[in-house]
């Protein structure tokens, strides 16, 4: 499906930043290993997160959903021996470990583009911990059986955090205490957020740097009520519309947040972009768009608004941590080359840097690769080019945000723009 941006857009408006979708799946794990009522308040409802409520019912919890809330009636009580994980990598690797407490084997299924991201790291762990585990070449489906009891685990987080998350959040209920060291982690921040979610379900977990944690086992979670704070990733790229092309604020804002793409005020204001915050609100106003360096190797979803940025900004500027974009929806790195070079901007990718050269976007036809971070790059692209750029595949946004192109007309002026998806 596609959509046609008019170039040269003004910005001057205000937006309500989406519910973490990253903060809404981990609250649906949790809500499932506790056993009573938990609400989760100002719920995500985009495709991942709703992948995640299939699977935790499927894993036993009885869930009511409404428009402002999740109910989950928690208990882990597997019903099925197969769940889908659509196209979401979190689901994949944090609810694994959790089947992999259950003595019989469930077999994890995907889509799109999930079926061709590796689950080795996955497998590795868990086998460690005497799970039987069978892999489809190193792909989905992914099929587990423990139950694992705990102990002592070594894992890399080069790649990813997200089976460390799993692990944190499935080893507390198992029998033995844990003990997981990490090798390599490069999104520690990820780690915070999935401790400070599981204090709340009443989980102790220590840590020694972001190298060691330790779980004591045979952790009893408590139900809780949680509200989902807003998401910095999605919000980012409405932060950058402000930067680049008048004046946007940014409503339900956590400036105290443990999310990494929070970082994305740091590379708004080494290109002078002015920024003021009010209580929960972040405003971003154009002033100056100078070129910038970035080192986004702990913030690896920060890549497509940062390219955004960057291509409105006269000069090159630089952006560190390539390597980590290798296991997205895309492989975002030559993604993001290919289809930005469609709209006139040279990007060159030199090992673990990509360096753009922006200051004219001319406009024209891209597609998302079906990747909601391109899709929003894209729009966002639009607002300062010469003309025209047609976004095909522009649904691809539902996977995190699927308001993100309401908002975006509500910032721009801009009316109906998902009637022409």
């Not at 892999?135 to 890399?156: H, M, Q, S």
């Not at 607002?383 to 025209?388: D, H, K, L, N, R």
């Amino acid at each position: 499906m596609e959509v046609k941006l008019t170039g040269s857009l003004n910005v001057e408006g205000k937006a309500e930043a989406p519910p973490s979708k990253s903060m809404m799946q981990r609250a649906v794990a949790a809500g499932l290993l506790a056993k009573g009522r938990s609400v989760i308040r100002k719920p995500s409802f985009c495709d991942d997160a709703i992948a995640s409520i299939g699977i935790a019912e499927a894993l036993g919890a009885k869930i009511e959903v409404s428009r402002n809330e999740v109910v989950i009636e928690g208990g882990f009580s597997p019903r099925s021996d197969s769940v889908d994980c659509g196209e979401s990598g979190l689901s994949m690797r944090m609810f694994t470990p959790l089947a992999a407490l259950h003595n019989s084997p469930i077999t994890f299924r995907g889509k799109g583009s999930l079926l061709k991201r590796p689950v080795f790291m996955i497998r590795e762990a868990l086998e460690q911990l005497g799970a039987e585990c069978a892999d489809n070449g190193g792909y989905l489906p992914l099929t587990v059986r423990g139950p694992v009891k705990g102990g002592k685990i070594e894992t890399d987080g080069s790649v990813s955090s997200q089976t460390l998350t799993g692990l944190l959040t499935a080893l507390p209920v198992a029998e033995k205490d844990s003990i997981i060291t990490v090798r390599n982690l490069k999104s520690s921040a990820y780690a915070d957020m999935t401790i400070q979610l599981l204090s709340l379900f009443g989980i102790e977990i220590q840590q020694e740097g972001n190298e060691i944690f330790m779980l004591r086992g045979s952790q009893v979670y408590r139900p809780a009520n949680y509200t989902v704070e807003g998401d910095w990733s999605g919000a980012s790229f409405l932060l950058v519309a402000g930067a680049v092309g008048g004046y946007a604020e940014v409503e339900n804002l956590d400036t105290e947040s443990f999310q990494p793409d929070k970082k994305i005020l740091e590379a708004l204001e080494r290109t002078g972009a002015r920024i003021d915050f009010s209580g929960s609100t972040v405003a971003v106003q154009k002033s100056g768009l100078r070129p910038f360096t970035f080192d986004a190797t702990g913030c690896p979803d920060l890549f497509p608004p940062l390219v955004s940025l960057a291509a409105a900004c006269s000069g090159k500027s630089v952006i560190r941590g390539v390597q980590r974009l290798k296991y997205k929806e895309s492989s975002r790195g030559e993604v993001l080359r290919e289809e930005f070079g469609k709209l006139g901007i040279n990007i060159v990718l030199n090992g673990d840097e990509m360096a753009v050269e922006g200051g004219r976007i001319k406009g024209g036809k891209v597609f998302s690769h079906n990747d909601h971070r391109i899709a929003m790059a894209a729009a966002v692209a639009a607002i300062v080019s010469e003309g025209p750029v047609i976004i095909d595949g522009a649904n691809a946004v539902e996977k995190s945000y699927p308001g993100f192109f309401n908002d975006f007309g509500t910032i721009t002026g801009i009316k109906d723009i998902k009637s022409k998806l």
